[in-house]
Structure formats: C-alpha cells, structure tokens
C-alpha cells in the first residue's frame, strides 16, 4: 500500500485451519525502494520475511514454512517474490498469485497454465477473502504511518507552511527529503 511511492508498506497475512490467524500477521515498512515499483517492493518484503523465518528455523523448529505462499497480483509480483525465495536458496516452497480483477490463479513453474476459477468454486470465495484481508491490514497500516508522519514534521517551522500546504508538499515530494 502506498500513495504515489510514499509511506509504502506490505502485509502478510495468515490463514491456517479454515480460519484468519491474526497473531501471526506481519506488516513490512518498505525500506529500499524509493517510488512506485511493486515488483522492488515485493521482492524486498519476501527476502526480509523469509530470511528472517530461515534465521529462525535453527532455533526454533515450530515455526515451518507455510504450505503455500500465495502473492497478491499477477505474473511480475509471483516472479519478484520467487526471485527473492530463490535469492535465498529456497527452491521448493510453494508459490502462486491471484490476479485481482480476473481471479485468475497463477502458480509458480506453471505459469503458461493459469487456474481460472469457476465461478461456484469455494476456492474463488477464499482466495480473494485471503487477499482482501491482507488488502485491509496493509491500509490501515499504512493509514497509521501517513498519521505519524502528518503529525509533526519539519515543515511546521517554516512560517506560512500550514497543514494543508504541508499535506500538498509532501503528496508531490513524497517526503521531507524529496522536498530538500
């Protein structure tokens, strides 16, 4: 989630025995990807969330890999995120993404033949409830950092700058430092 490239943000969310598992959630503050680039951003998310999980895995053997990794978005998000995985020596992991307007189904080394769902399938209902739900987490987190940042910035200093000035600046610049 993002406006114009600012505040952008991921989320991960968990769905384990027919139900949402909120305490394994995670939300992601991108951290090198200056801009609009889903796929940078989408590679960077995977690669922190997953390195830290291999981190992990010596120390703590309860926490396996997910039974399927399922990415938001169609072929260039899929390929980003098994990049990342790749970049990581994770060759086996099940991948797949969903393209949100045709609910279209793309797994990972099968991607000249997508999954289009039946419209009756409980499929079609779970996979984008799955989505929609990390769509939900990835705003309201990225609500909360826009707040954050709205509320005290550099800018209060100069005289003349109000907040809706401020607001504009940062809309167009994209941060204090785009405005340097």
Do not use: C, N
Not at 99 to 122: F, M
């Amino acid at each position: 989630s993002h406006i114009q490239g600012t505040e952008t943000v991921a989320s991960m969310v968990v769905w384990e025995d027919g139900a949402m598992k909120k305490s394994d959630y995670r939300k992601f503050q991108v951290k090198t990807v200056s801009g609009v680039d889903d796929f940078a951003s989408m590679h960077e998310v995977v690669t922190r969330r997953y390195k830290r999980l291999l981190a992990q895995e010596g120390k703590d053997a309860r926490k396996p890999f997910p039974s399927l990794i399922l990415v938001d978005g169609g072929l260039g998000q899929l390929h980003a995120a098994a990049d990342a995985l790749a970049g990581l020596g994770i060759q086996t992991q099940p991948l797949a993404s969903i393209a949100k307007r045709e609910e279209i189904i793309y797994v990972h080394g099968q991607e000249s033949d997508p999954i289009v769902l039946d419209r009756r399938s409980p499929v079609l209902h779970l996979s984008p409830m799955v989505r929609d739900e990390s769509h939900r987490f990835a705003i309201t987190y990225h609500r909360k950092r826009r707040e954050i940042r709205d509320r005290a910035s550099e800018l209060d200093a100069i005289p003349g700058v109000g907040p809706r000035t401020r607001q504009r600046l940062l809309e167009h610049f994209g941060s204090i430092r785009g405005i340097r």
